[in-house]
């Protein structure tokens, strides 16, 4: 073994006691610490996803069967991604046992389709999603809105 060899072998094994307990490394398999995670190309960042709808205050859901919620497309390298987090949670704390709907996304959609009637009329509900990769997970994008709910008509019965 060359002396170049052993001195980066003994530099690594020097390190990773420190980086293995800030939780940065662990024998070349990805850890994640935040939204920062180590991997065999080094540091990289997981993005959060940026919200796309619904993100007003007010949903008004009258004649509405259903919901759309949708986000930004994956960012980062492709081969460290995984599937995305979906919560919603009843008012505006993101706590568990608020939370009323629990969803893992897989990494190529980037929308979900609720039926409208989970939604009660007056209430405020907040919607969270983050982006999980090998080794690390973005942090959550999320955004509180309350729903409004008319009064529903029925179809006349001359309407065809």
Not at 140 to 147: A, D, G, L, N, T
């Amino acid at each position: 073994m060359s002396i170049f060899r052993k001195i980066l072998l003994l530099s690594i094994l020097a390190l990773t006691p420190i980086l293995a307990e800030a939780g940065k490394f662990s024998g070349g398999v990805g850890v994640g610490v935040g939204n920062i995670g180590w991997g065999s190309g080094g540091y990289y960042d997981a993005a959060a996803p940026m919200l796309l709808a619904p993100i007003s205050e007010v949903v008004d859901l009258t004649g509405q069967e259903t919901l759309v919620f949708r986000w930004s497309p994956f960012q980062g390298r492709l081969d460290r991604r995984r599937f995305y987090d979906f919560w919603i949670f009843e008012g505006r704390e993101q706590l568990e046992k608020f939370r009323i709907y629990k969803k893992r996304v897989p990494a190529d959609e980037y929308e979900v389709l609720l039926d409208a009637r989970m939604f009660e009329d007056g209430k405020i509900y907040t919607w969270a999603v983050r982006q999980v990769t090998y080794g690390t997970k973005s942090d959550w994008s999320y955004s509180s809105f309350e729903v409004i709910r008319g009064p529903e008509t029925a179809p006349s019965k001359g309407a065809a």
